[in-house]
């Protein structure tokens, strides 16, 4: 079964340092992974997404991630936080043979940024 | 603009009433959805629509109903048989049925039952 495990459930860093969100899969074929993030009593917007392609893939707002197989390992880096990159961030795997639709969503990583 | 529109924002519901949240997009999209999402759980599905006239359930639909006469249009229905429906939802689209993971979602409705 497909699963997806996000490492931290809060990340707080300083404004301008590196920011790192962990994303570990479960998968027995090469998955489809996405970010997504929320701010505060908003919906969900995708910030990047990895198809098979490019292993390191480059979303909005300066993230990026690299799907590195043989740690099965999505994570989401960025160089410099910025005060409005605090928010919460899901990574989330597309599965094959469930549901249509029903994308598994890790518990989400919520971002705090520190002037 | 082309998006996703969620009413109400907020809602206040006593214990035994049903309530219907909107959602209504104006992408074009094929497929709808509607997730709950709860403090530190992550999105959890409860039904999605593929087509007009066609649902189904995802994995706590349980207490809910929905409906798609339109394609625009895939509202939720909190019944009383919720158990707990204190929850923040969250309506989305697809283009492609959900298979490339590319959701666009409304602003979210939350719900708390007094």
């Known amino acids: 079964a497909q699963s997806v495990t996000q490492l931290d459930s809060h990340v707080s860093v300083s404004e301008g340092t590196p920011v790192l969100l962990r994303c570990n899969y479960s998968?027995?074929?090469?998955?489809?992974l996405f970010w997504y993030v929320q701010h505060p009593n908003k919906g969900l917007q995708l910030l990047l997404k990895?198809?098979?392609?490019?292993?390191l893939v480059k979303g909005i707002n300066g993230f990026e991630a690299e799907f590195k197989k043989s740690e099965t390992s999505f994570h989401l880096t960025k160089p410099s936080a910025h005060m409005s990159d605090a928010a919460e961030y899901f990574c989330?795997?597309?599965?094959?043979?469930?549901?249509?639709?029903?994308?598994?969503f890790g518990k989400g990583t919520k971002l705090s940024v520190k002037p | 603009d082309g998006g996703i529109t969620q009413s109400p924002k907020y809602l206040f519901r006593k214990e035994g009433q049903n309530v219907t949240l909107s959602c209504e997009q104006n992408?074009?999209?094929?497929?709808m959805y509607w997730y709950r999402q709860d403090p530190g759980q992550g999105l959890r599905l409860i039904y999605y629509?593929?087509?007009?006239?066609?649902?189904q359930k995802g994995d706590i639909a349980e207490g809910y109903s929905v409906s798609r006469e339109k394609k625009e249009s895939f509202p939720l229905t909190v019944t009383s048989a919720q158990k707990n429906p204190t929850a923040f939802y969250l309506c989305?689209?697809?283009?492609?049925?959900?298979?490339?993971?590319?959701?666009?979602f409304g602003e979210g409705s939350r719900l708390t039952v007094l």
């Open positions: 989330v795997v597309v599965p094959r043979g469930g549901s249509q639709g029903n994308l598994i």
């Open positions: 998968s027995s074929y090469s998955p489809s």
């Open positions: 990895y198809t098979s392609a490019a292993t």
């Open positions: 992408l074009n999209h094929d497929a």
């Open positions: 989305a689209s697809s283009s492609q049925g959900g298979y490339t993971g590319e959701l666009f």
């Open positions: 629509s593929q087509i007009v006239n066609d649902f």
